[in-house]
Nanobody, 124 residues
Framework: QVQLVESGGGSVQAGGSLRLSCAAS??????MGWFREAPGKEREGVAA???????TYADSVKGRFTISRDNAKTTLTLQMNSLKPEDTAMYYC????????????????????WGQGTQVTVSS
């Protein structure tokens, strides 16, 4: 069982930065990702970190967002730079036990555990 708690959301002007954190407790042998859901839209994968520290990003955030995880594997971070109004969404942390992992790291159905989300609002 994994418990996930996000923090770090807020309001920022376009071009600004925010840093999201996800505190994870429980089993640490899991892969993790960040997703976001804007009003009226499907939840989409933003970034993920899987085996060997391999990272992957959605095309829309490449070069602007960076996902990382501490060595103790208790905190997942998403550094978001050069934010745009279209980045406005509720951001969710997700996790899947590494032994269960299969398929696309940016696909919602890949993950089993989810946090409650943290709101990010970017104004123009």
């Amino acid at each position: 069982q994994v418990q996930l708690v996000e923090s770090g959301g807020g309001s920022v002007q376009a071009g600004g930065s925010l840093r999201l954190s996800c505190a994870a407790s429980g089993n640490r042998n899991y892969y993790m990702g960040w997703f976001r859901e804007a009003p009226g839209k499907e939840r989409e994968g933003v970034a993920a970190i899987i085996g060997g520290g391999t990272t992957t990003y959605a095309d829309s955030v490449k070069g602007r967002f960076t996902i990382s995880r501490d060595n103790a594997k208790t905190t997942l971070t998403l550094q978001m730079n050069s934010l745009k109004p279209e980045d406005t969404a509720m951001y969710y942390c997700a996790a899947i036990p590494s032994s269960w992992y299969y398929g696309d790291p940016l696909k919602r159905t890949t993950y089993t555990y989810w946090g409650q989300g943290t709101q990010v609002t970017v104004s123009s």
